[in-house]
Nanobody, 127 residues
Framework: QVQLVESGGGLVQAGGSLRLSCTAS????????MGWFRQAPGREREAISCISKLDGATFYADSAKGRFTISRDDAENTVYLQMNNLKPEDTAVYYC????????????????????WGQGTQVTVSS
């Protein structure tokens, strides 16, 4: 059973930064596509950033481009999300997701194939 544990959330002022971490266990981490998703109150969960299992290809939602950076360290079984210039609209619960299915194929991501989730970490950005 794959387990994911997130950390690094918190309360920050607009313009500040946070670094989220997600550590996996119970799997061969290098064989998994990893991603960060968020869910704001009254909203559906949305993909923010993903990184592939083979070549480290990345995806960024338009809202994250230029501000967020995803990275992975397979030796540490960890994926990170560096978030800079945070805005109040970034306030949400951020979830780490994983899949060993072909969620990244032919240069495209299928977010519906992410089926393993962490418990989530709250990010709150004040004005």
């Amino acid at each position: 059973q794959v387990q994911l544990v997130e950390s690094g959330g918190g309360l920050v002022q607009a313009g500040g930064s946070l670094r989220l971490s997600c550590t996996a266990s119970g799997c061969t981490f290098s064989s998994y596509n990893m991603g960060w998703f968020r869910q704001a109150p009254g909203r559906e969960r949305e993909a923010i950033s993903c990184i592939s299992k083979l070549d480290g290809a990345t995806f960024y939602a338009d809202s994250a481009k230029g501000r967020f950076t995803i990275s992975r360290d397979d030796a540490e079984n960890t994926v990170y999300l560096q978030m800079n210039n945070l805005k109040p609209e970034d306030t949400a619960v951020y979830y780490c997701g994983a899949t060993n299915m072909e969620a990244f194929y032919g240069g495209y991501w299928d977010f519906s194939l992410f089926g393993t989730w962490g418990q989530g970490t709250q990010v709150t950005v004040s004005s």
